[in-house]
């Protein structure tokens, strides 16, 4: 019997690791085993500067005493309330902290646990929507190409990097995608938003007349691509496609899962740009990473389209065994509070020019194509190895690590999106060890 195997030291076959070169780590594992502000500590006794906030979700930097002080006494106090025909008060509360830190509009919050099933959802409350209103022949999802949107089949549907795609059957049905906005060409080295490229959001007028407006229910994009590599929203793009789906009727889903919560400088992309959704996906910085949670917000339009019927029967036939959840609810309000008290959306905003400045005088160093920059969001393209894509980076990363520096890399390139909790110190560190580990590379 299972149980009674005996414990092997340090075995490291049995979990199968997410997004991860398995037998390359397991060779060479990177392990942490603890947390305090900027900094990750290793297995190996070293403090490593997290320049990419865990997974792009640790905003307020890592074991904020609030946070996890909240968790703690809602665990002893309410460990689980059923989430479907029952409630708790943190759940209410958290919904409504995030309709006041949202932009203007965004008035009702359906709750996920990730930021895969905040697409999920959106999507289906789009296609839900429509029906509602006696438009059911809308089904249709439009995506982008290098999109990310998790990695649920919705998601991967209407993501547009293909090897998330290609080893996974025939995905859902009725799903087009624009082009992606990467013109290097034209906008290498852009600081901030790229001035080429407004006019890629026209090719929504060619999905539109290909299909017919009344079959397309959304169109969901990441107002800034993270994932792919960092994408920027080239000038005026947002606004056209805003512009579009408004003009037949198809609602624009903003997927804020990694521009939430500050990461631009505003409290979401949306505001940053001014540009309004219908329905905004977040996840990751909600909850600053420590629980699992995500949530959809909405327009009173598209909640109230649901609220009809006699009132004792479900409106919505979607939830989750965790949605809400307590533990998950004390922990986004405590995370929202110290976002606020402690300013930290206002301090990204404010170290942005200092962190482009910094991140660009890389440009000369080995290897760099292009550099990428918004709030405290930062790209570094690498010329990929001939014939070798991806080891570059992937180099760049080890290295990294090696010199006490945590960074991400997507294909060739570094990204990185370090707590916003961070000084100028720390963003000098950051690039001097770059530096250092761009003149070693291959
Ligand atoms: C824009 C976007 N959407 C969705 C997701 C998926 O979130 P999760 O990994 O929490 O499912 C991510 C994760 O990076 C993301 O960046």
Same mark, same amino acid.
């Given at each position: 019997?299972?149980?009674?195997?005996?414990?092997?030291?340090?075995?490291?076959?049995?979990?199968?690791?997410?997004?991860?070169?398995?037998?390359?780590?397991?060779?060479?594992?990177?392990?942490?085993?603890?947390?305090?502000?900027?900094?990750?500590?290793?297995?190996?006794?070293?403090?490593?500067?997290?320049?990419? +906030?865990?997974?792009?979700?640790?905003?307020?930097?890592?074991?904020?005493?609030?946070?996890?002080?909240?968790?703690?006494?809602?665990?002893? /106090?309410?460990?689980? @309330?059923?989430?479907?025909?029952?409630?708790?008060?943190?759940?209410?509360?958290? $919904?409504? $902290?995030?309709?006041?830190? @949202?932009?203007?509009?965004? /008035?009702?919050?359906?709750?996920?646990?990730?930021?895969? /099933?905040?697409?999920?959802?959106?999507?289906?409350?789009?296609?839900?929507? =429509?029906?509602?209103?006696?438009?059911? $022949?809308?089904?249709?999802?439009?995506?982008?190409?290098?999109?990310?949107?998790?990695?649920? &089949?919705?998601?991967?549907?209407?993501?547009?990097?293909?090897?998330?795609?290609?080893?996974?059957?025939?995905?859902?049905?009725?799903? %087009?995608?624009?082009?992606?906005?990467?013109?290097?060409?034209?906008? +290498?080295?852009?600081?901030?938003?790229?001035? =080429?490229?407004?006019?890629?959001?026209?090719?929504?007028?060619?999905?539109?007349?290909?299909?017919?407006?009344?079959?397309?229910?959304?169109?969901?994009?990441?107002?800034?691509?993270?994932?792919?590599?960092?994408?920027?929203?080239?000038?005026?793009?947002?606004?056209?496609?805003?512009? !579009?789906?408004?003009? =037949?009727?198809?609602?624009?889903?903003?997927?804020?899962?990694?521009?939430?919560?500050?990461?631009?400088?505003?409290?979401?992309?949306?505001?940053?740009?001014?540009?309004?959704?219908?329905?905004?996906?977040?996840?990751?910085?909600?909850?600053?990473?420590?629980?699992?949670?995500?949530?959809?917000?909405?327009?009173?339009?598209?909640?109230?389209?649901?609220?009809?019927?006699?009132? =004792?029967?479900?409106?919505?036939?979607?939830?989750?065994?965790? #949605?809400?959840?307590?533990?998950?609810?004390?922990?986004?309000?405590?995370?929202?509070?110290?976002?606020?008290? /402690?300013?930290?959306?206002?301090?990204? $905003?404010?170290? +942005? #020019?200092?962190?482009?400045?910094?991140?660009? #005088?890389?440009? %000369?160093?080995?290897?760099?194509?292009?550099?990428?920059?918004?709030?405290?969001?930062? +790209?570094?393209?690498?010329?990929?190895?001939?014939?070798?894509?991806?080891?570059?980076?992937?180099?760049? &990363?080890? @290295?990294?690590?090696?010199?006490?520096?945590?960074?991400?890399?997507?294909? %060739?390139?570094?990204?990185?999106?370090?707590?916003? !909790?961070?000084?100028?110190?720390?963003?000098?560190?950051?690039?001097?060890?770059? #530096?250092?580990?761009?003149?070693?590379?291959?």
């Amino acid at each position: 019997m299972a149980l009674d195997r005996k414990p092997v030291p340090n075995d490291l076959s049995a979990f199968w690791m997410p997004f991860t070169a398995n037998r390359q780590f397991k060779k060479a594992p990177r392990m942490l085993v603890g947390a305090s502000g900027m900094f990750y500590h290793t297995a190996d006794g070293r403090e490593v500067l997290d320049g990419t +906030a865990g997974l792009w979700c640790c905003n307020a930097g890592h074991c904020r005493p609030r946070i996890t002080q909240a968790i703690q006494e809602q665990a002893a /106090e309410l460990d689980y @309330a059923p989430a479907f025909q029952m409630g708790h008060p943190k759940a209410f509360e958290l $919904a409504s $902290a995030l309709r006041d830190m @949202a932009p203007e509009g965004m /008035e009702h919050v359906f709750f996920t646990n990730s930021g895969s /099933e905040s697409v999920e959802t959106a999507l289906k409350i789009a296609i839900a929507y =429509h029906r509602a209103r006696g438009e059911g $022949a809308r089904t249709r999802l439009i995506g982008r190409e290098r999109g990310y949107h998790g990695v649920n &089949f919705g998601g991967i549907s209407v993501g547009g990097i293909v090897n998330n795609r290609k080893m996974f059957g025939t995905l859902l049905g009725g799903v %087009d995608h624009l082009p992606h906005t990467h013109l290097p060409d034209q906008n +290498a080295f852009t600081r901030g938003q790229p001035e =080429h490229g407004a006019h890629l959001a026209d090719d929504l007028e060619r999905i539109v007349a290909l299909h017919g407006a009344e079959t397309i229910a959304a169109v969901i994009v990441e107002p800034m691509a993270g994932s792919t590599g960092v994408l920027m929203p080239p000038k005026g793009y947002l606004e056209r496609l805003r512009e !579009i789906c408004t003009k =037949h009727g198809i609602l624009l889903i903003f997927d804020e899962v990694i521009t939430g919560f500050g990461r631009l400088g505003s409290a979401f992309a949306a505001d940053h740009f001014d540009v309004m959704p219908d329905m905004m996906t977040v996840a990751k910085g909600l909850t600053n990473g420590v629980i699992p949670m995500g949530a959809v917000l909405t327009t009173p339009a598209i909640h109230d389209a649901f609220m009809q019927g006699p009132e =004792h029967v479900i409106e919505l036939f979607h939830g989750y065994t965790y #949605s809400g959840n307590p533990i998950a609810a004390a922990a986004g309000l405590a995370t929202l509070e110290t976002y606020r008290e /402690e300013g930290l959306f206002e301090n990204a $905003a404010s170290l +942005a #020019s200092y962190w482009e400045d910094a991140l660009h #005088s890389l440009k %000369d160093q080995p290897h760099v194509i292009d550099i990428r920059n918004m709030g405290l969001v930062g +790209a570094i393209e690498l010329e990929p190895i001939a014939g070798d894509p991806t080891r570059r980076a992937f180099g760049a &990363f080890l @290295a990294a690590y090696e010199k006490n520096l945590m960074i991400r890399t997507t294909g %060739d390139i570094i990204a990185l999106s370090p707590p916003l !909790i961070i000084g100028k110190a720390e963003i000098d560190r950051i690039v001097e060890t770059l #530096s250092e580990v761009l003149r070693t590379l291959d």
